[in-house]
C-alpha cells in the first residue's frame, strides 16, 4: 500500500498538472482569438463566426508547440526532484519496480514514500491555471473596450441614415383619402429593387416609374393630380365605386404636386430626382506628364480607381500616338481595352502596363492618353489628357542646335555628349579589354564628368568643388581688416567688423533664377553619373548623362530669343495736309434707346415683402393686394418646381396666407425669407442725395456769403 | 352708521356674552384670568377691524417735497419719513405717496415749495424746463438695463443699407445676446457680458419697397429681456440725369455707359469723332442739342463726366457754362491722366506722381467708410495730392487719394485719376464697379430739394403723449394743411423762420400712420409705451443730471417747522394678542379645566 501512495502521488500531480496547463492554454487561446476576432468584427467588419475559425486554429497552434499531455510520470518526478530538497533526488525511485531496485535504493525508497504524503502540493499548476485566466480577463475587457469604441463610432453614421428615412415634412393628408400609397420603380440602370411608401413626398432616381394608389372613404366623381401647379392629369378609377383611383408618371424633374378631390385641393408635396452622375474616373499612376529617359523602361504602369453611383459599362484607354518632327509629324490612334469583364460594378481599381515599344514607339514620339467610361444609364465621361514622351537621343547628339546662331554658353555642351560617347565605346569594349583597363577608363571618365560639373558650376558662383550650389566656408579675408590702420568715427569700418559682407555668389552671374535652377539640376544628374562611373558602372552612369545632356540643351534653347524680321512700307507724312479734310458731308451719329424692364419680377417681390410686413402689424389683405399675392405665388411656383425642398413649404404658406383671415407670424416669416432668397443679392445703385426744401432764405444766405467771400 | 361702529358695537355685545358665559361657568377656577382674556382678545379683535392711528411730529422744511418718478426703489424710499408726491406711471407697490398728475400745476398751486428731492430716474426735458429757478436734489437710481441709445436712418433709398447702430447696456449679471432681426430671418447678433456696455452696429440691404419694421431683441438665454421695433422705409428715387462728355471713346466709358442704361439711369453721351464733329447717345432720354454746352443745356442734367482733355478741347464759354453749372448744384467728375493739369477746373487738387509697383494690383478703399474694394488689376501712377478744403473720397491701399472732391458754391467737383474700372466687369467683379460708381456719381450729383421736410419731436412719438410736428417748407406764405390719422391740425409759424410750421398732437393709435402735409403722404411710426423704455429712462436720466449740473447749487436757508405726519399702529400686534388670548382660553378650557 505504502509503495503505491508514492506513485499514486506523483501520478495524482501529473494529472493535476496536465489539466491546468490544458485548461490555461484554452483560456490563453480563447483570450487571443477573442481579441482578433472582435478587431476584426468591428472594425474590418467581417462575419463573427470567423471566432470559430480562429478559436480552434490559435488553440491547435498551442498544443503543438506545447503538446502538454506527452508529460510523463518521469517529468514529474524530475520536476518533484527539483522542487523539493526533501526527497533527496529520489523521486523517480517511486516510479521504478520495486524488484529491480538495490537495497540501498530500497531504502532511499522506503525514506521517501514516508516524507511525500506530507509534502505540500506544488504551487506552479495552480500559478499556471491563474495566469491564464487572468489573460482571460485582460483578453475579454480588451475586447468589451474595442466593440464599445467601434459602437460609439458607429452611432451617428446610424443616426444619420435613420434620420434620412424619416420624412423631413409631416404631411398633411384630406380627410378623404382612406389608404394610399406611392411606389417607385427606379429605372432599370439603378439595379434597385422598387419600393412602396406611404408617403406622398417622393425622392426617385432620374427616370423613375411612380405608381400612385389612393383609396377613398367616399366615393369621388374626379380626382386630379397637378404637377407644378400647371400641368393637371386626372386619375383612373379603378372601380364603380369611384373609391380607388391609380396614376402613373415618369418622374425626370424636381418639382412638387397636390391632389385635387373635386375642387378641393390638397397641400403641396414635394418630388426630388436622385441624377444619376457620370463615372468619375482618377487616375493615380503616371503623372500628366511624364518622360522617359534613355535606359529606363519603356512602359509605363497606369492605375486608375472608376467609380459611379449606380454601375459602369465600359471603359477604355484612348491612347493617340504622335511621331516625327515639324512637317511630317503622324498621328496614329488607338484604343486599348483593359481586359476586363465590366459587369456594372460600381467600384473597380485597374491597372495596366501600356509597353510603348510594343505599340511601335520610337525615341522622339509622344503619348497621348486618356480614359473614356461609360456608365449604365449611357453617361460617358473621360479624364483628363495625359502626356508620356520618350527622349530622343539622337535629336541630343546632334549638333543642329550648336551650329548655327550665337552659342551663348561656350564649348562644354560638347564635352557631355563626349562623355556620353565615351561611356558608350567604353560599355561596348568592356569584353574585351582587361578589367584593370576597364576600371581605369571609367575613373578616367569620371575624373572628366568631375571637371565638367565644376566648369559647370563656375556659372553658378560655385567655388567649392564638393557642394553643388554651396557656399564657401574660408574667410581668410576678413583678417586683414585688422592691419588696417582704423579712422576714428568711420562708420562703415566700424560696420564691417561686425558685419559679415561678402559678394552672393550666385546673384554674381548673369542667369535668371529659372536657369540657376536648371543648371543645379544639371550639376545633380553630373554628380549621380560620375559617382557610377568612379564606381566602374558605365551602364548605370549612362541615363544620367543623357539626363544632364537633355537638359543642357533645355538650357541652351531657353537662352536663346528668335525675332523674324519683317519689312513694311509706309507711304511719307505730308503734315501740311493732316487735320485740312472737309467735313460738312459728314453727319453726325445719334443713337436713341431706352432700357425696358421686361423682368418686373423683382419689383413685385419687394412690393410683396412690404405688403407682408403691413400684415404681420395686424392689417388684413384687401382686394388690391390679391393681385401682388397672385404674382408673388406664380414667381414661388416657379422657384418651387427647381427647388421644391427650398421653396415648397413657403408656398404652401403663402396660400394659407392668403386665403385664410388667421395670423400666423411663422408663416409669414417663412415666406418672408424664401421671398428674399429668391432676390438676388442687388449691387448698389448711384442715389441723388437730399436736402431740406430750398427755401428763399437760405438762397439768400448762400448769395450773401458768395458776396462777402468775393 | 359706519361700518366700524356696527363691529365695535357686535364686538361689545360678544364681550357681554362671553363675560356672561365665563361668571357662570361651574368651574370658578382662574375666573380672573380668564375675563383678562375675554377682554384682551374681543378688544384686540376691534382693533383689528378698526386701527389705531396717531399724529407724530416731524421737523421738515415746509418748502420742500419728495418727487418720485419712475424707475424708484420703492424700498429704499419707504424709510423717507416725509409726505411724498408721485407720478402715477410709478410702480409704488407698498409706499404711500400722493400722486401727481402734472407737476407744473402743483408747483404753481404750491407757490411755497422751493426745494424738490427727485428719486429714480427724473424727468424729461420738457418738465424740467418747468423747474428752473428750484433747489433741486436728485437721487438716481441705477442704470436702466437695456438699449440706451440707438440710431437709423428712417427713409432709404432702394439698394441703400440700413444700418442699426447703439449701445447696449447690461447691467445684470448675465450675458445678453442682442438680435437684430428682420423680414422673417435674425440679420445678425451681438453678445454683451455681464455688467458693461457694449455699443453694436448691424447692417443690413432692406429688400423691400415699403415699409418694414425690424426688431432689435434682448436675450437673456431663453427670455426675452425686450424687444424693440426699428421702423424703416424704403422708396425708390427718381434716378439722376448723367451728361458724359468725351474727347475719344474709351472703355471706361463704354463699360459705364451700358452700366447706366441697364440700370436706367437718363445718360446722354457725346464723344468726339472729329472736329466738331461728335457721336450722340441719348440713353432713357429725350434727345436735346448738345453740339455746343450752355447753361440751359446743361440745367437738365444731374453730373456731368468730362475727361480732362475734352475739357480743354471746348471753347471757352462751354468752360465757363459748366463752371456756372457747377455753382448752381451740378456736380462735376473730371477723369484724369497726367500729371500737368490742362484746366483751371481740373487744377482743382495738385497731381504728383508715384513709382509704379510692377505685378501690384491695386486696392482701392472708400475713405468715408472703410469699405475695401477687391484688387483692380493696373498700374496705378498718378495720384491727387489733398488739400483742408478737400474730401478725398477713394483712396489706394497705403492712403493715397485717387479720387477726391471739393465743394464749389453749391455744387461738386470730382477728380479722378482712376482710368479702367471696367477691369472690375472683365473680371465679374460687378458688386465692386457697382459700389465704385454709385458712391462716386451720389457724391457728385446735384441734390434733390425736396418739397416738405418733415420732423417729429421726440425721437419715440409714443402713443397717447404729446408729440411736435415740424415742418418745413418751399414756400412761406400759405399755412400748409397737416392732417394725421384724418385729423387736421392747426399748424404755428415759427417767428424766426416763416416757412417752419409746427403743430402738437397725441396719436391714438400705434404703429405706422399717414402723416398728410400738402397731400403729400409721410409715414411715421408711432410707439408703443413699453418701447425703448430703457432708451427713455437714460435719457431722463442724463438730462435730470445736465439741469441740475446747469442749476448751479445756490442753497437755500433750510428753515425746519413742525409737520404733522399721521402713523398707524402696525396690526400685527393685535393679531399677536387676540391670538395669545384665545389661545390661552383654548388652553384653559381644554386642558386645565379637565384635570
Redesign the interface.
Known amino acids: 500500500m505504502l509503495k503505491a501512495e508514492g506513485q499514486n502521488w506523483i501520478r495524482n500531480l501529473r494529472k493535476k498538472w496536465i489539466n491546468f496547463y490544458l485548461i490555461s492554454i484554452i483560456a490563453i487561446a480563447l483570450a487571443i482569438s477573442l481579441v482578433l476576432s472582435v478587431m476584426s468584427v468591428y472594425l474590418l467588419h467581417f462575419s463573427p463566426w470567423l471566432f470559430a475559425v480562429v478559436f480552434p486554429v490559435i488553440l491547435g497552434i498551442f498544443l503543438f508547440i506545447k503538446p502538454i499531455w506527452k508529460t510523463t510520470d518521469q517529468d514529474v518526478s524530475r520536476f518533484v526532484n527539483n522542487q523539493y530538497p526533501e526527497l533527496e533526488e529520489s523521486a523517480d525511485l517511486l516510479l521504478q519496480n520495486q524488484d529491480e531496485l538495490t537495497i540501498l535504493q530500497q531504502l532511499q525508497r522506503n525514506k521517501i514514500e514516508n516524507i511525500i504524503p506530507n509534502l505540500s502540493q506544488p504551487k506552479e499548476p495552480v500559478k499556471k491555471l491563474y495566469l491564464g485566466l487572468i489573460i482571460l480577463l485582460v483578453g475579454l475587457l480588451i475586447s468589451i473596450g474595442i466593440s464599445q469604441i467601434s459602437l460609439h463610432k458607429s452611432e451617428p453614421l446610424n443616426f444619420h441614415e435613420k434620420a434620412s428615412q424619416i420624412p423631413a415634412i409631416k404631411e398633411n393628408i384630406p380627410a378623404e383619402i382612406s389608404d394610399f400609397s406611392a411606389t417607385i420603380i427606379p429605372p432599370a440602370y439603378t439595379q434597385k429593387a422598387e419600393r412602396k411608401q406611404k408617403q406622398f413626398t417622393i425622392t426617385a432616381e432620374t427616370g423613375a416609374k411612380t405608381n400612385w394608389k389612393i383609396e377613398t372613404n367616399i366615393g369621388i366623381k374626379k380626382l386630379k393630380i397637378i404637377f407644378n401647379d400647371n400641368e393637371i392629369a386626372p386619375l383612373k378609377a379603378l372601380n364603380a365605386s369611384h373609391t380607388q383611383w391609380t396614376y402613373s408618371k415618369t418622374v425626370n424633374k424636381s418639382g412638387f404636386y397636390q391632389l385635387d378631390l373635386d375642387g378641393k385641393k390638397s397641400d403641396l408635396y414635394q418630388i426630388e430626382i436622385i441624377p444619376d452622375l457620370p463615372v468619375t474616373i482618377k487616375i493615380t499612376q503616371p503623372k500628366q506628364h511624364t518622360t522617359i529617359d534613355i535606359g529606363q523602361p519603356q512602359k509605363i504602369n497606369l492605375n486608375v480607381s472608376l467609380t459611379d453611383d449606380y454601375g459602369i459599362n465600359d471603359a477604355y484607354i484612348s491612347a493617340t500616338m504622335a511621331s516625327g518632327k515639324g512637317e511630317g509629324v503622324s498621328f496614329t490612334e488607338k484604343k486599348l481595352s483593359f481586359n476586363t469583364g465590366f459587369d456594372n460594378k460600381r467600384n473597380f481599381t485597374l491597372s495596366k502596363q501600356i509597353d510603348l515599344k510594343s505599340l511601335g514607339m520610337k525615341p522622339g514620339d509622344e503619348l497621348y492618353f486618356f480614359i473614356k467610361a461609360m456608365d449604365n444609364h449611357g453617361q460617358s465621361s473621360r479624364s483628363d489628357v495625359y502626356f508620356v514622351s520618350i527622349v530622343d537621343t539622337a535629336e541630343l547628339m546632334s549638333l543642329a542646335g550648336m551650329t548655327n546662331g550665337v552659342n551663348l554658353v561656350p564649348e562644354y555642351f560638347r564635352s557631355e555628349r563626349q562623355i556620353i560617347i565615351d561611356t558608350e565605346k567604353l560599355i561596348k569594349d568592356q569584353s574585351s579589354i582587361p578589367v584593370q583597363t576597364f576600371k581605369t577608363r571609367s575613373n578616367d571618365l569620371g575624373i572628366d564628368q568631375k571637371l565638367l560639373r565644376l566648369r559647370y558650376g563656375q556659372f553658378l558662383g560655385e567655388e567649392n568643388e564638393n557642394e553643388i550650389g554651396g557656399d564657401h566656408d574660408d574667410h581668410d579675408e576678413h583678417a586683414e581688416h585688422k592691419n588696417e590702420g582704423e579712422k576714428f568715427g568711420d562708420v562703415s569700418t566700424i560696420m564691417d567688423k561686425y558685419a559679415h559682407k561678402h559678394d552672393i555668389a550666385e546673384d554674381a552671374t548673369f542667369f535668371e533664377p529659372e536657369m540657376k535652377a536648371q543648371l543645379k539640376a544639371v550639376l545633380t544628374e553630373m554628380w549621380n553619373a560620375e559617382l557610377r562611373l568612379r564606381t566602374y558602372k558605365p551602364q548605370e552612369a549612362l541615363p544620367y548623362e543623357y539626363k544632364a545632356l537633355r537638359l543642357l540643351k533645355d538650357l541652351q534653347q531657353k537662352s536663346r530669343a528668335y525675332v523674324a524680321k519683317t519689312t513694311v512700307k509706309t507711304a511719307a507724312l505730308k503734315p501740311e495736309k493732316r ?1 485740312t ?1 472737309e ?1 460738312d458731308k ?1 453727319t ?8 425696358e ?1 421686361k423682368e418686373k419680377r423683382t ?1 413685385f ?3 410683396a ?6 400684415r ?3 392689417k388684413k389683405f384687401i382686394e388690391q393686394d390679391q393681385f401682388l399675392l397672385g404674382k408673388t405665388e406664380k414667381y414661388m411656383i416657379g422657384a418651387a418646381a427647381d427647388h421644391p425642398s427650398t421653396y415648397l413649404n413657403a408656398l404652401s404658406s403663402l396660400r394659407k396666407l392668403s386665403t385664410g383671415n388667421k395670423l400666423i407670424m411663422s408663416d ?6 424664401a ?2 432668397k429668391m ?1 438676388n ?17 437760405y438762397q439768400n444766405y ?1 448769395n450773401n456769403l ?1 458776396k462777402t467771400g468775393k | 352708521m359706519e361700518f366700524k361702529y356696527i363691529a365695535i358695537l357686535v364686538s361689545l355685545v360678544l364681550l357681554a356674552f362671553l363675560l356672561y358665559k365665563e361668571v357662570t361657568r361651574t368651574n370658578r377656577a382662574r375666573l380672573v384670568w380668564r375675563i383678562l382674556a375675554n377682554i384682551v382678545a374681543v378688544g384686540c379683535f376691534i382693533l383689528l377691524i378698526v386701527p389705531i392711528r396717531y399724529e407724530t411730529h416731524v421737523k421738515q422744511n415746509p418748502d420742500e417735497i419728495i418727487l418720485l418718478t419712475d424707475g424708484t426703489n420703492t424700498d429704499s424710499v419707504a424709510k423717507l419719513k416725509r409726505k411724498k408726491y408721485a407720478f402715477p406711471s410709478v410702480n409704488l407697490k407698498n409706499t404711500k405717496a400722493t400722486t401727481l398728475s402734472d407737476l407744473s400745476y402743483f408747483l404753481k398751486s404750491n407757490p411755497n415749495i422751493r426745494k424738490l428731492n427727485i428719486y429714480g430716474y427724473g424727468l424729461s426735458a420738457a418738465e424740467l424746463k418747468n423747474l428752473k429757478g428750484y433747489q433741486i436734489t436728485f437721487h438716481p437710481s441705477a442704470n436702466p438695463g437695456g438699449i440706451i441709445s440707438a440710431n437709423w436712418p428712417a427713409k432709404l ?4 443699407p440700413l444700418q442699426v447702430q447703439g449701445t447696449y447696456q447690461n447691467s445684470g449679471s448675465e450675458m445678453v445676446k442682442l438680435l437684430f432681426k428682420g ?3 435674425a440679420v445678425d447678433s451681438i453678445a454683451i457680458g455681464a455688467k458693461s456696455n457694449k455699443s453694436f452696429s448691424f447692417k443690413t ?1 432692406p ?7 425690424y426688431e432689435l431683441i434682448a436675450l437673456q438665454k431663453n427670455d426675452t429681456l425686450a424687444k424693440e421695433p426699428v421702423p424703416v422705409q ?1 422708396s425708390d ?4 440725369k448723367v451728361l458724359i462728355l468725351a474727347s475719344f471713346p474709351d472703355f471706361e466709358y463704354k463699360f459705364l455707359k451700358n452700366w447706366l ?5 437718363p445718360l446722354a453721351f457725346r464723344s468726339q ?12 432720354i429725350d ?1 436735346i442739342n448738345l453740339n455746343r454746352i450752355n447753361t440751359s443745356s446743361l440745367k437738365k442734367f ?1 453730373i456731368l463726366i468730362i475727361d480732362e482733355e475734352e475739357l480743354a478741347a471746348i471753347s471757352p464759354n462751354e468752360r465757363s457754362s459748366i463752371a456756372l453749372g457747377v455753382n448752381n448744384g451740378m456736380g462735376l467728375l473730371i477723369r484724369v491722366t497726367n500729371t500737368k493739369a490742362l484746366t483751371t477746373l481740373g487744377g482743382k487738387f495738385g497731381r504728383f506722381e508715384s513709382p509704379v509697383l510692377k505685378g501690384k494690383p491695386l486696392n482701392l478703399i472708400v475713405t468715408e467708410d472703410h469699405h475695401k474694394f477687391n484688387p483692380l488689376p493696373l498700374e496705378q501712377a498718378v495720384f491727387l495730392k489733398s488739400n483742408q478744403t478737400d474730401q478725398p473720397i477713394v483712396a489706394d491701399a497705403s492712403g493715397k487719394t485717387v479720387v477726391n472732391s471739393s465743394i464749389s ?2 455744387g461738386k467737383v470730382l477728380v479722378s485719376t482712376l482710368s479702367a474700372t471696367y477691369n472690375w466687369l472683365l473680371s465679374g467683379q ?2 465692386d ?3 465704385y ?6 457724391n457728385a ?9 418733415v420732423n417729429i419731436i421726440p425721437q419715440f412719438p409714443v402713443i397717447h403723449q404729446k408729440m411736435r410736428i415740424i415742418a ?5 406764405d400759405r399755412i400748409p394743411q397737416l392732417k394725421i390719422d384724418s385729423i387736421l391740425l392747426s399748424p404755428r409759424q415759427n417767428m424766426e ?3 417752419q410750421w409746427d403743430a402738437l398732437y397725441w396719436p391714438q393709435k400705434s ?2 400712420t399717414n402723416l398728410e402735409v400738402n397731400q403729400a403722404i409721410e409715414p411715421v411710426y408711432i410707439y408703443k409705451k413699453t418701447d425703448w423704455e430703457a432708451l427713455k429712462n437714460q435719457q431722463k436720466l442724463d438730462g435730470t443730471h445736465q439741469f441740475i449740473k446747469n442749476l448751479g447749487t445756490t442753497k437755500a436757508k433750510n428753515k425746519l417747522t413742525d409737520t404733522i405726519v399721521e402713523e398707524e399702529v402696525s396690526l400685527w400686534w393685535f393679531f399677536a394678542g387676540f391670538l395669545l388670548a384665545a389661545g390661552f382660553l383654548w388652553y384653559e378650557s381644554r386642558i386645565l379645566a379637565v384635570k
Open positions: 487735320l479734310g467735313l459728314i453726325q451719329p445719334v443713337q436713341k434707346m431706352s432700357f424692364q419689383a417681390l419687394k412690393a415683402l412690404a405688403l407682408l410686413e403691413s404681420k402689424t395686424g409669414i416669416d417663412l415666406v418672408e425669407q421671398i428674399q432676390i443679392t442687388e449691387a448698389a445703385k448711384p442715389q441723388t442725395q437730399s436736402t431740406g426744401p430750398a427755401s428763399a432764405l448762400f458768395n | 433709398k432702394t439698394s441703400e423680414l422673417g430671418k440691404n429688400k423691400q419697397t415699403g415699409k418694414a419694421i424704403v428715387q427718381t434716378p439722376m442704361y441697364e440700370n436706367q439711369y469723332i472729329s472736329k466738331n464733329k461728335f457721336a450722340f447717345d441719348f440713353l432713357n434727345s444731374d458754391g453749391y460687378k458688386t464697379y457697382a459700389t460708381w454709385s458712391k462716386i456719381l451720389a450729383a446735384r441734390k434733390r430739394n425736396d418739397i416738405q421736410s418745413d417748407l418751399v414756400a412761406s423762420l416763416p416757412f404703429g405706422w
